[in-house]
């Protein structure tokens, strides 16, 4: 998967990067690997050198380079991880990052390898997560009460989007209409929650973006879509049945329950939840993913990207056209 | 008789197998989980043959029921809220609509309580003289 010749320009620059940012000059970079290949952001993992051979495993999350880009995503990302950190929230600790291309050919963020599991049905099955799985609910609730708390000056850059009415421009945007997908927007228009004081909401807090332990939640991951809006629209999110992984009896994440969540949620932030307003988001949730179906697929039918995978996904619209029927029967709890 | 010719369906079948007998434990990690999907694909494939033609005409007859010509239409006026006052009708009908055509790629997903709507593929039978209907035989 790593092409030989980038990569060793790739391990030089980052050398360059880790050696001022830790005060090492001595830095060598070893085994320098992808993780991913998304069409969104990349991600490396390499360990640095320093003198007297101290290592320390590190991740690179780096745009795609020679793509155009709009808007500085990747400064409020890493000021809202350093925010995150300040406000109690797991986070691996950011090491250095770049808004240009002047460092690495693409804006970057360089932080600390956190060890944990991120796959969800290995969190949902497999022996070694048995005892922190009952847990994890209450700790998504204490989390997403701290990140709730972030203060927004802290993170630069930070946008207020109208979510419904980006909702209907990514569905318009599709030639292929939907009546499943716009009995659940019309459900949402006619059910508009008021919504309270925004706050800074992690947007992608969900069982796949959690690095887990044997032991407890390890770090909140992928900060990308970080913004400003309906707290409620995190919790919402993480229950919806899309991130349940098969486990549909467990709203939280395919590994807890509602009471949990909220319990965790209202002892840190001494605020109620409402669940109809979680419910709201999460039916939200599901249009909006597949909505983000469509929009994977499309890669492969545009003919940027050859994938089975892609082509694949873009059935997977008619699981939360079913999806939203089943909330709009009550049965999506 | 016996039978000597593959169907669209029994090709797409063999093909299926295949990914998932030989190609799937032969290989491992991303490569491994990219054979799934295809298979997956070609299961869907081949239901698609099968049962497809008989699902597009459920779909289109219950529109009509409705009073469509297809999925534009309905989303259309869904949307214009003109089906404001009979959405639990609505509702019915695209839930027929959506488990069938869901029960096409991934029949696990639709909840037990619905899984009477999906359309089934009929039994296999290879031994059966004359018998040229394509199956499922995993």
Redesign the interface.
């Known amino acids: 998967m790593v092409a030989t010749a980038p990569s060793e320009q790739l391990a030089e620059q980052l050398r360059a990067v880790v050696a001022e940012a830790c005060s090492e000059p001595e830095t060598e970079v070893r085994n320098l690997r992808r993780l991913t290949g998304g069409a969104s952001r990349e991600t490396w993992a390499f360990d640095a050198v320093f003198a007297g051979d101290a290592e320390r495993p590190l991740i690179l999350r780096r745009d795609p380079p020679k793509v155009a880009r709009a808007g500085d995503a990747m400064r409020r990302e890493a000021t809202a991880i350093e925010a995150a950190a300040r406000a109690g929230v797991p986070v691996p600790k950011l090491i250095a990052h770049g808004s240009d291309d002047a460092a690495l050919d693409a804006p970057f963020i360089v932080m600390d390898f956190v060890e944990g599991e991120t796959v969800p049905r290995r969190i949902l099955r497999d022996e070694t997560y048995a005892d922190v799985r009952p847990r994890l609910a209450e700790r998504c609730g204490e989390i997403l009460a701290q990140v709730h708390a972030i203060d927004p000056g802290e993170v630069e850059g930070l946008e207020t989007p109208d979510s419904l009415g980006q909702l209907r421009g990514a569905l318009d945007f599709f030639e292929e209409s939907s009546p499943a997908l716009e009995l659940g927007m019309r459900w949402l228009e006619q059910n508009r929650p008021d919504i309270g004081a925004a706050r800074v909401v992690h947007g992608d807090f969900r069982n796949g973006n959690l690095l887990v332990g044997p032991d407890d939640i390890r770090a909140v991951l992928d900060w990308e879509l970080v913004r400003l809006g309906d707290p409620m629209e995190d919790l919402g999110y993480l229950c919806a049945r899309c991130w349940r992984f098969g486990v549909v009896e467990r709203p939280v994440g395919g590994f807890g329950d509602y009471a949990d969540l909220f319990r965790g949620y209202e002892k840190v932030s001494g605020q109620r939840v409402d669940p109809e307003l979680v419910r709201w988001w999460e039916l939200f949730s599901s249009v909006w993913w597949g909505v983000g179906c469509m929009v994977q697929a499309s890669q492969h039918l545009s003919g940027n990207v050859h994938s089975i995978e892609l082509a694949a996904i873009g059935r997977r619209v008619w699981e939360q056209e079913y999806d939203v029927l089943l909330y709009l029967d009550g049965r999506g709890g | 008789m016996a039978r000597g010719v593959p169907s669209t369906a029994e090709l797409v079948d063999a093909l299926g197998t295949f990914l998932e007998q030989d190609v799937m434990p032969g290989t491992e990690g ?1 490569l491994s989980f ?1 054979a799934r ?2 298979a ?2 070609a299961a ?1 494939v081949e239901r698609e043959i099968v049962l497809g033609p008989a699902q597009a005409r459920g779909h289109a007859d219950r529109l009509a029921a409705l009073g469509f010509r297809d ?2 239409e ?3 006026a ?2 214009a ?1 003109e089906l ?1 006052d009979r ?1 639990e009708e ?2 019915e009908v ?2 027929r ?3 069938e ?2 029960g096409l ?2 029949p696990r ?3 037990p309580e619905d899984a009477g709507l999906i359309l089934q593929m009929p039994a296999r039978d290879p031994g059966a003289p004359e018998s040229n209907t394509p199956g499922k035989g995993r």
Do not use: C, K, P, S
């Open positions: 991303r990219m999907v295809a997956n694909v869907t999925d534009d309905l989303a259309q869904i949307r809220g404001d959405l609505v509702v695209t839930r609509n959506v488990v055509r869901l790629w991934n997903y639709v909840e």
